[in-house]
């Protein structure tokens, strides 16, 4: 199992940017699959971003295709969000997740998730 911590998230007015950084160690952890998804207390939890474990392959969640990008950092065992053109519907708390494959993220499968960093977009 890996430990994720996140850092980056707060506040951005609606059209504004911000890079979340997922810092991951263990001893899968730089061949594991790697993403994040959001969730508000009280709500379904969403995939935002996925990566597989060899970086071929990405995968985005429909409400944010387009303005999100995902990657990583081996040689730090980092993985980033960067969010582009946020909107006030993008708040929430993000965490990032760390699995075997990326469709078991895309799923909900994943094994080992961080604590959350919130992000809040004011209108």
């Known amino acids: 199992q890996v430990h994720l911590v996140e850092s980056g998230g707060g506040l951005v007015q609606a059209g504004g940017s911000l890079r979340l950084s997922c810092s991951g160690s263990?001893?899968?952890?730089?061949?594991?699959?790697v993403g994040w998804f959001r969730q508000t207390p009280g709500t379904e939890r969403k995939f935002v971003a996925g990566?597989?474990?060899?970086?071929?392959?990405?995968s985005y969640g429909d409400s944010v295709r387009g303005r999100f990008t995902i990657s990583r950092d081996i040689a730090k065992n980092i993985v980033y969000l960067q969010m582009n053109s946020l909107q006030p519907e993008d708040s929430s708390i993000y965490y990032c997740?760390?699995?075997?494959?990326?469709?078991?993220?895309?799923?909900?499968?994943?094994?080992?998730w961080g604590q959350g960093t919130q992000v809040t977009v004011s209108s």
């Open positions: 997740m760390a699995g075997n494959s990326l469709r078991q993220l895309e799923t909900g499968g994943f094994v080992s």
């Open positions: 263990g001893r899968t952890f730089s061949t594991d699959a």
């Open positions: 990566m597989s474990g060899d970086g071929g392959t990405t």
